[in-house]
């Protein structure tokens, strides 16, 4: 075989071969994704096919483990994702207003970490599993280089990449980005369980029950304290706070409520939160919130329940879920005649 | 910028060898600067601002060079130029390397020393200091020919060796450089380039990268380490470091063998070596054939000069003298090694790394003294050889990796139980981890380099041994190419969790 021939027959193999793996990432995702994934799946669908409902809840991982829609006095669906902050919630948003008829009350409800750092998830989760695309990514990107934060850019991922080449590797889902999900789910392991994660989200619409796990809190106190305790003081980065009040003005301006609500931590939590972060946190709601229309805030104090409603300090657990959904049930009652009538979620003993 | 990237993957390299190849139609002056802008960019990808440094030391040891030269026979004028480029050199590397760790070290004893902010170390200067001293050196001695200014440029920048190695010898590189026939695309080295580099690439993402975890983790915490977590340490870093230094040479080999240039070799299985002195011949092989050239032969002649001159007697009765060998051998050899310890660092881990090879050295010459005849090695012994020596630059490895003095005798106590002796296999990682370590251990000792498997080709300068008559060797066969290109196909993959290349940080 001449030198030539042997070449274009590896350059040949290694695209085919290359070819077949992106086919498997990008289509067979159930197969061997992480957990996250499915719910991501299911969280889509909903707004893909424009079945939000009524009421849509955007936030992250404490809101999505607290608001049960099926509590709640509407149609509603639980968009809010873990590991996820303003800036995709504020892409949520955008999608949501492509339907015809989009969801006519908002609830936002973002932990205080959230405001205050960008993570690998832009990527890792936001574009792998679909939910940015790569114009979202050079969008942010865009807006972080006119706010002059640099945050992303000091985010390293394993790929080695930054970049406009890490966006399209990801956004695309350019197979190597998925081969360690693979590997460790051994190709086709995760399957069924990401089948079950994803039929139980569409099930509860949105909802998503979190795993008791008392060593998931950040300081093994006896009473698990979350994360939220780690944090030494609130300082919101450029990025987040522009995405933040970008969707206030995205849902503003097509006329859905939008009221901002705090989800409940744990005593334990609140008790070891460093003094001035809750008071900055609410100044900091306000200030986004201000005299936007048809945005109110109802964040007025970081809250706190008992501990026995978390599994860990931060996520509430399904009886805790339960409760707080129908106190915010009643708040939603309020809203339907009143937008900006206040609700007070704040623990009370009758409760 | 990193050969395991996507971007050096899928940008870099196949512009830089198409405008090499294109632009050599013009001129291979012209394809020749395109080389040296490659390179550069190659270089400045993490740090522009280090090529102007680069730059500035190819232009003071080029003339240094020419000065050399131009003082050919006025000798004392020359060797006076020689020693202040390399002293030059030494200091620059001394700067940027050790300055900062020295201070602080001294900074530990006295407290009014001033700590100076830290020294940013910019890529691969031990690399391209070392290359350029011994072009210095050569200069000196009248050995070099190629004086070519673009020629010298590109022997010191050509990327598949700047930023790792192997240290180039000039006698080597420059006149293949010269020689026009470099410039002209040849489908065959095409081809076989193609073949290394996608057989490194593939030990560098398949094999070393996924140790990586465990071995960050281990060092993190390694008070913590049981012995069986700490024996599965040691043995996932030297696993680590071998196989990403193993695979960088082949791709460095294969990369310039694209371009029609043949590095010498650099690595060459030395975990099957029976003996240290075997080891430190097929470890970093260029790194020590410049340390034996410029280092240990010089201070040995010294010393040999010295005794006869004295006549304390150099020959073999001398050197198995308590002061003979301890002159003759010992002293020569801790020189080397300390330096070629720290040639890799300037902590202190580093010096007991090379010491300890020092240490090994002596030993083993010693015993070759003492055994002159040796029986011939059965199996068994060889074995027994192999197993002993690898235990030994083991330990070596755990002072070469770890962040710490301490942090190494934290290791070494887990290995000897004094952590706990527990035979916890959950200590040993996954099922996964264990069968991928028995995987490497089979590749390391069960088959064939790459330099046997592509003895055919003549992969580097010198002889390859062939590989064992039972292995097929490579040719460019439909069953090659489809392996291959599967290889690639794997390799590429496992670029989404590429990590930097160990040797990167010298």
Same mark, same amino acid.
């Given at each position: ?351 | ?336 090694? =300390? &330096? %070629? /310890?720290?040639?890799?660092?300037? #902590?202190? *881990?580093?010096?007991?790394?090379? $010491?300890?090879?020092?240490?090994? +050295? ?48 934290? =290791? &070494? %106590? /887990?290995?000897?139980?004094?952590? #706990?002796? *527990?035979?916890?296999?959950?200590? $040993?990682?996954?099922?996964?981890? +264990? ?72």
């Amino acid at each position: 075989m001449t030198p030539r021939r042997y070449t274009l027959i590896v350059l040949a193999v290694a695209t085919l071969g290359l070819a077949a793996a992106w086919l498997f990432a990008n289509r067979l995702g159930m197969a061997f994704l992480e957990s996250g994934y499915p719910i991501v799946v299911a969280k889509h669908a909903v707004v893909a096919h424009c079945q939000a409902g009524e009421v849509a809840i955007l936030g992250d991982s404490r809101a999505e483990a607290a608001v049960i829609p099926a509590e709640l006095p509407l149609p509603a669906a639980n968009l809010a994702l873990g590991a996820t902050g303003p800036v995709e919630s504020y892409f949520t948003a955008r999608a949501l207003l492509r339907c015809p008829q989009p969801p006519k009350l908002v609830i936002y409800a973002h932990s205080i970490e959230a405001f205050q750092t960008v993570g690998q998830g832009i990527w890792q989760r936001g574009a792998r599993f679909g939910l940015l695309s790569f114009t979202d990514l050079r969008d942010i990107a865009a807006t972080a280089a006119t706010l002059h934060d640099t945050t992303l850019d000091q985010i390293s991922t394993n790929d080695g990449l930054s970049g406009i080449l890490r966006d399209l590797a990801y956004s695309t889902g350019f197979p190597s980005v998925f081969l360690p999900s693979a590997l460790q789910a051994r190709l086709f392991g995760r399957w069924q369980s990401n089948l079950r994660v994803r039929d139980a989200v569409s099930t509860a619409r949105g909802h998503v029950v979190y795993p008791d796990d008392p060593s998931a809190g950040a300081t093994g106190h006896d009473a698990p304290i979350g994360r939220d305790a780690t944090i030494g003081r609130f300082a919101p980065i450029p990025l987040e706070t522009h995405y933040t009040k970008a969707t206030f003005a995205l849902l503003s301006q097509a006329g859905v409520d939008t009221v901002v609500i705090p989800i409940p931590l744990a005593r334990a939590t609140l008790a070891a939160l460093q003094p001035g972060v809750a008071a900055a946190t609410v100044a900091f709601i306000a200030d986004q919130t201000h005299g936007i229309p048809h945005v109110s805030d109802d964040f007025t104090a970081v809250i706190a329940w008992p501990d026995r409603y978390f599994v860990d300090g931060s996520h509430m657990n399904k009886a805790g879920a339960t409760l707080f959904s129908r106190r915010l049930a009643a708040c939603v009652t309020t809203w339907r005649s009143t937008p900006a009538a206040p609700c007070d979620l704040a623990w009370q003993d009758g409760d | 910028m990193l050969f395991s990237s996507l971007i050096f993957v899928f940008g870099f390299l196949p512009l830089a060898l198409a405008g090499f190849f294109l632009t050599a139609r013009l001129g291979t002056r012209l394809a020749g600067c395109w080389l040296v802008g490659a390179s550069l960019v190659f270089y400045g990808w993490w740090s522009p601002p280090a090529v102007l440094l680069l730059l500035a030391s190819i232009a003071f040891n080029y003339a240094c060079a020419w000065a050399i030269i131009a003082l050919e026979t006025r000798p004392a004028a020359q060797a006076t130029v020689t020693g202040i480029g390399v002293v030059c050199n030494v200091a620059a590397l001394g700067y940027y390397k050790y300055l900062f760790s020295l201070i602080a070290f001294l900074h530990g004893f006295y407290h009014g020393l001033a700590m100076i902010d830290p020294i940013i170390l910019p890529l691969g200067i031990s690399f391209f200091t070392f290359t350029q001293i011994g072009y210095l050196i050569d200069c000196k001695a009248g050995l070099t020919r190629d004086r070519d200014p673009l020629n010298y440029l590109l022997f010191v920048t050509f990327f598949p060796h700047l930023i790792a190695g192997p240290i180039l010898h000039n006698r080597d590189i420059m006149p293949q450089f010269a020689d026009r026939r470099t410039y002209r695309l040849d489908s065959e080295n095409l081809a076989i380039g193609l073949t290394f580099f996608i057989i490194g690439l593939l030990k560098k993402t398949a094999c070393a990268d996924p140790l990586s975890a465990i071995v960050q983790q281990g060092y993190a915490d390694p008070a913590a380490l049981d012995a069986v977590g700490a024996w599965n340490l040691a043995l996932s870093y030297s696993l680590q470091l071998y196989f990403d230094f193993s695979g960088y040479s082949d791709m460095a080999i294969g990369l310039a063998r694209m371009m029609n240039i043949t590095f010498p070799r650099n690595f060459e299985s030395p975990y099957k070596a029976t003996n240290i002195i075997a080891y430190w011949q097929r470890w970093h092989i260029s790194l020590t054939t410049f340390l034996t050239s410029y280092v240990y032969t010089p201070v040995a002649l010294a010393v040999m000069r010295y005794r006869s001159r004295h006549r304390l007697g150099i020959n073999r009765a001398a050197q198995q003298t308590p002061a003979g060998f301890a002159s003759m051998f010992a002293a020569p050899l801790l020189i080397t090694m =300390v &330096l %070629a /310890g720290i040639w890799h660092g300037s #902590g202190l *881990t580093f010096l007991i790394f090379g $010491a300890l090879h020092g240490v090994y +050295l002596c030993i083993c010459h010693a015993w070759r003294l003492a055994h002159p005849n040796p029986p011939p090695a059965t199996p068994a012994l060889r074995l027994g050889c192999v197993a002993l020596t690898y235990l030994s630059v083991l330990l070596g490895s755990i002072f070469f990796r770890a962040p710490s003095v301490t942090a190494a005798l934290h =290791v &070494l %106590a /887990g290995m000897t139980g004094l952590h #706990g002796a *527990t035979l916890s296999l959950a200590s $040993a990682g996954s099922q996964m981890h +264990l069968l991928h370590m028995a995987l490497l251990y089979a590749i390391v000792w069960g088959m064939p380099n790459s330099l046997q498997i592509m003895a055919r080709t003549r992969p580097v300068i010198g002889p390859v041994e062939p590989a064992p008559a039972w292995f097929p060797a490579w040719s460019p066969t439909w069953y090659a190419a489809a392996a291959i290109g599967l290889a690639a196909s794997l390799a590429v993959l496992g670029l989404g969790g590429t990590t930097e290349f160990l040797y990167f940080q010298f």
